[in-house]
């Protein structure tokens, strides 16, 4: 399977505090992708990184890539309460130029204020 | 910003019953897919779609699902004899050539 798996399952710290994430992947992949999701609620994109690239930044969001570890990581800096959520990464599967992406379980971030 | 729509946002519908979920993809994407979550499970992908074909489907897309892009606009997922194991969350996304897709809301599917 080339799904990738997310560790911890579970995160609880204060606000204020960093938060890291961690993805694990089997296979070679094109892309990585982060997305969140808040209870019960859809899928929102955060960040993505290619096979080519280490790291990436957007606003408080540092994602990492190892490829040779197949492994990435998402910080969150300065968490907020509102960060609270569940957070996902998603490999890619290349056919036919097509994209399908494999989801972990998911990391359940709980910030609290 | 552009955004991919669902709807309903959530459907319940009895055993046996047949439903349409319906997604409006972003207006210049061109690939499209489906993907459900069962409660408190991974996000697992169900088909996509491109050039009003079938690209890929999982072992999940038995004959009891089809998708439809029945106009410019819409892209549906058809469940034609709904079973108890169908109740989940089902996302759509869209994407252009680029790898990042899009996400919906989701509809939540309660089969009683």
Excluded at chain 1, 60 to 79: E, F, M, W, Y
């Amino acid at each position: 399977s080339q799904q990738g798996e997310e560790d911890p399952q579970a995160l609880s710290i204060q606000e204020g505090e960093n938060a890291t994430m961690n993805c694990s992947y089997k296979t070679s992949i094109n892309n990585l992708q982060w997305y969140r999701q808040n209870s019960g609620r859809g899928l929102v994109h955060l960040i993505l990184i290619r096979s080519n690239e280490r790291e990436k930044h957007s606003g408080r969001l540092r994602v990492t890539l190892d490829t040779s570890k197949k492994s990435s990581s998402l910080l969150i800096t300065a968490s907020r309460a509102a960060d609270t959520a569940s957070y996902f990464c998603a490999t890619d599967g290349i056919l036919r130029n097509f994209n399908k992406f494999y989801f972990g379980s998911g990391t359940k971030l709980n910030v609290k204020p | 910003e552009p955004e991919v729509t669902q709807t309903p946002s959530h459907q319940v519908t009895q055993m046996g019953q047949e439903v349409i979920l319906r997604c409006v993809p972003i207006s210049n994407h061109l690939y499209f897919y489906w993907y459900r979550q069962i409660l408190g499970q991974k996000v697992e992908f169900l088909v996509s779609f491109y050039n009003n074909e079938i690209s890929e489907k999982s072992e999940i897309f038995d004959d009891q699902f089809s998708v439809e892009r029945p106009d410019g606009s819409n892209f549906t997922l058809k469940i034609r004899s709904t079973k108890l194991e169908d109740s989940a969350m089902y996302f759509c996304a869209s994407s252009v050539l680029v790898h990042e897709q899009y996400f919906g809301p989701g509809t939540r599917l309660t089969v009683t």
